[in-house]
């Protein structure tokens, strides 16, 4: 890691800096986020705005984003500058390119910027469009003093925080999810070799990076948790067909219920515990299996829906977890409810504090079946997973302390 009090950058840090108000006012900063991600759905997405929330308490903030069509728009406390010349054709060969590179990272699991990751680098920043290599003007008008990069595949990102940027610190969200193929990515290793600190999500997440990266400081890695919320009202009354009954809660991806595209999951665990009821939830809907019979319950299901159906579960299976963070994983356990995972997935390291893992269909029924039949240990198992999440993500302004912490250390 760089420095960041070396060279010029520190002279045009010192002539920028301008203290708050007060006596002993930390310094407010000028910062600039290039976030590729910024507009999309998803944990990524998610974290990123949380991390940018909690600099606006002590910076001006701007978001830099790509896009199809460039537009200045305000956003909450900030100003995001889209730039225009990326194409929908080429964001799809581009999310191609990478899940092709993601398959060769679990072939080679030995971290290194192979040939593979040299060629895919001029393609990357092609599809990145017109848009990053057209900034410059822009940042020159930013004027940032606090570069924060979100995201760690944007070769146009890369290359403009080399030209126009060279001496001003920054700071690297890498944005990590799993089975990512970072490590094949020259970006991603231009982005950790110029970083002045990085910020992750998740210990989970601290781990993937120094193994994939093992020449980054790991002390210069910090873990700045986002805050995931509880809905309050969620125990108030349970789901009216489904109170006074012990259910399994099964989270699906992100698809609607449509009648005949049911998970094989959910079909098992209906077959495997008939005395039961299974709750499939969706995006937007969700359907009950009971002895049997087969119940949708319409497309207008909330996020406070969703939040009794949580709470008042038996216990919670977790199909698909967030690669990031595994949001639902820690919104269950928020709630006092053990949790099933799969292995190798980021929610594991949330069910080690209040649940259980499997690698197959038989440990996954195994693993509900224990709950089911010991309730003691399923309340044990919530009970110690709620401690957990109330102590690491439970803590509104976790992230804000974390960033100001780092920015203390830089100036």
């Known amino acids: 890691m760089p420095d960041p009090g070396s060279g010029t950058g520190s002279r045009a840090r010192t002539a920028n800096a301008v203290a708050a108000p007060g006596t002993g006012a930390a310094r407010r900063w000028r910062a600039v986020v290039l976030a590729g991600a910024w507009d999309e759905p998803g944990e990524p997405s998610w974290y990123a705005r949380q991390l940018a929330g909690a600099l606006a308490l002590r910076a001006e903030v701007a978001i830099v984003t790509t896009g199809d069509v460039p537009a200045v728009v305000a956003d909450g406390a900030f100003t995001v500058h889209r730039l225009g010349g990326r194409d929908r054709r080429d964001e799809l060969r581009r999310r191609l390119l990478l899940a092709a590179l993601g398959s060769t990272t679990r072939r080679r699991p030995v971290p290194d910027a192979g040939p593979l990751g040299e060629d895919a680098a001029p393609l990357l920043e092609a599809f990145d469009g017109a848009g990053w290599s057209e900034s410059d003007a822009l940042f020159s008008d930013l004027h940032p003093d606090l570069v924060v990069v979100a995201g760690h595949d944007e070769e146009g990102a890369a290359a403009l925080v080399r030209r126009a940027a060279p001496e001003v610190p920054m700071l690297w969200v890498p944005l990590l999810e799993t089975g990512s193929p970072a490590h094949l990515l020259p970006a991603a290793h231009a982005f950790a070799?110029?970083?002045?600190?990085?910020?992750?999500?998740?210990?989970?997440?601290?781990?993937?990076?120094?193994?994939?990266?093992?020449?980054?400081?790991?002390?210069?890695?910090?873990?700045?948790?986002?805050?995931?919320?509880?809905?309050?009202?969620?125990?108030?009354?349970?789901?009216?067909?489904?109170?006074?009954?012990?259910?399994?809660?099964?989270?699906?991806?992100?698809?609607?219920?449509?009648?005949?595209?049911?998970?094989?999951?959910?079909?098992?665990?209906?077959?495997?515990?008939?005395?039961?009821?299974?709750?499939?939830?969706?995006?937007?809907?969700?359907?009950?299996?009971?002895?049997?019979?087969?119940?949708?319950?319409?497309?207008?299901?909330?996020?406070?829906?969703?939040?009794?159906?949580?709470?008042?579960?038996?216990?919670?299976?977790?199909?698909?977890?967030?690669?990031?963070?595994?949001?639902?994983?820690?919104?269950?356990?928020?709630?006092?409810?053990?949790?099933?995972?799969?292995?190798?997935?980021?929610?594991?390291?949330?069910?080690?504090?209040?649940?259980?893992?499997?690698?197959?269909?038989?440990?996954?029924?195994?693993?509900?079946?224990?709950?089911?039949?010991?309730?003691?240990?399923?309340?044990?198992?919530?009970?110690?997973?709620?401690?957990?999440?109330?102590?690491?993500?439970?803590?509104?302004?976790?992230?804000?302390?974390?960033?100001?912490?780092?920015?203390?250390?830089?100036?």
Do not use: K
């Open 193 to 411: 070799a110029r970083a002045a600190a990085v910020v992750v999500a998740t210990e989970a997440e601290r781990a993937d990076l120094l193994a994939a990266f093992p020449h980054i400081d790991g002390t210069a890695v910090h873990v700045a948790p986002p805050a995931v919320a509880r809905n309050p009202t969620a125990w108030r009354e349970p789901v009216t067909f489904l109170a006074d009954r012990r259910y399994v809660l099964v989270l699906c991806d992100s698809s609607p219920a449509v009648p005949g595209a049911l998970a094989p999951q959910v079909r098992f665990l209906a077959t495997a515990f008939p005395d039961h009821p299974v709750c499939a939830v969706h995006a937007t809907a969700f359907e009950i299996f009971d002895a049997g019979t087969r119940t949708v319950h319409g497309l207008t299901l909330s996020s406070t829906d969703r939040a009794r159906l949580m709470a008042w579960a038996s216990v919670v299976v977790d199909l698909h977890p967030g690669p990031l963070l595994a949001r639902q994983s820690v919104a269950a356990l928020h709630y006092g409810v053990p949790i099933v995972v799969p292995d190798g997935s980021r929610a594991r390291q949330h069910a080690e504090h209040g649940g259980l893992w499997y690698r197959d269909m038989a440990e996954l029924r195994a693993g509900i079946s224990q709950l089911l039949r010991a309730p003691e240990l399923a309340r044990s198992l919530g009970a110690r997973g709620q401690r957990y999440v109330e102590a690491t993500f439970g803590t509104r302004h976790a992230p804000a302390h974390a960033l100001a912490e780092l920015l203390d250390r830089i100036s």
